[in-house]
DNA sequence: CAGTTTACTGAGCATCCGTTCAATGAAACG
DNA sequence: CGTTTCATTGAACGGATGCTCAGTAAACTG
């Protein structure tokens, strides 16, 4: 796991935390919060029991650069979604549940340390604010676009604000399943779901396959 | 927090267990599963360090008491308030919303401690099945109700299945913001916004404040 | 090529955790 | 009322955990 080529003194420093985050994100994944310990990360990693402490100086400091790494992952995931899409707003909030359901940022094993932070996230503060920072930007971005969608496309009565929220909680719940009972989860069935909503509220624009007319009327 | 008066023998052990899966919660809520030790608990609950062994065999045991007892509660408490309701579709649907957001079930300690089981469900089989079973059964019943909705009232192109899992998902992200940021939860505006939700599904049986004509065409 | 810096090792330490168990006293029982 | 049952106590134990630190070797510096 841990293959350490003898470079320059910054790389192998670089490479040795990248070594322990990941070892921590295994380790949460796979034994829980509960027992993850200084010393299954630094054998998983392959390093030595107190480098850790060298690294990291306690063992709650790596926790939150774990959770800060896979925070800041997802969210430039989502972003370069956006900028790689079209500039249309159907077009940009496909990339976005595209995005999301994308093996990159969508794996059981991500999913899982992201649930066990949000379990601990009611006592301690620190959790609480990336937790939250997580899809407060995100769905104001799926608002952003819901709204553009229902003005452009000549939609009445659409509740902004309920549309994202509810297309955002639908993500969540489809990425619970992945994490709970990954043997019925499917990301195809999963982007098709989303978009089985969508199109229930943007008949003229989604259909269950994606998008279906970025211009429609 | 522990006063037992000398009664009967099975009463006190009964009260007993029941102070310490209290304090288990407690504790949960406040410090977090990863800092919830045997000694706190026993501590809160006002009785001696080996007592838990003796009634609830190991640590383990005690926590998937707690979590099973928070799960039959809160299925018990939807389940009375279907019965509680009228026999339509419609009012056993906002039924449910209520209950949901009842301050006996929805609080913020135990959406807390509901929350940090979800968090090592991962790691333990057992409480999967618990966490699996909790709103795999009330989202069945959800569905029933939409599905009738929609045949009685004459909506076509309802999709059931994605209309019951986006209410369900919505009413879950709304017990998350109790969670983490109490503040700006209300009450009221959750059951507000399923209700807006259901309104843009059913809009001639639901508005913003509940049911609309729970015999509408 | 000395000398300095620094990533890294691993044994050691203080602490804490879950569990055990002999002792205790009050309810249950006949 | 004497005996049994059992909830309860709290000290004790083995083990694990997070962290420290003196020592080492390899990369940097001039």
Known sequence: MATKP???RVKRRDRTRQDLINATIDSIA?????ETTLEK???????SRGLVNFHFVSKEKLLIATLEQLSEEYAAFWN???EKADQDPVSQLAALVESDFHPRVCTRKKVAVWYAFLGEARSRPTYTVVCNGWDRSFSTVMEERIKAIAELGGYTGIDYEVVARALGALI?????DLMLSPKS???EGSKAMCFRYLAGVFPRHF??????DSNAA
């Open 41 to 47: 990360v630094s054998k998983r990693a392959g390093v």
């Open 80 to 82: 370069r979604a956006l």
């Open 30 to 34: 796979s034994q829980g919060f509960a």
């Open 172 to 176: 969540d719940s489809l990425w619970r």
């Open 185 to 187: 989860f499917s990301r």
């Open 207 to 212: 259909d269950s396959e994606g998008v279906l």
């Open 6 to 8: 003898a470079t320059t």
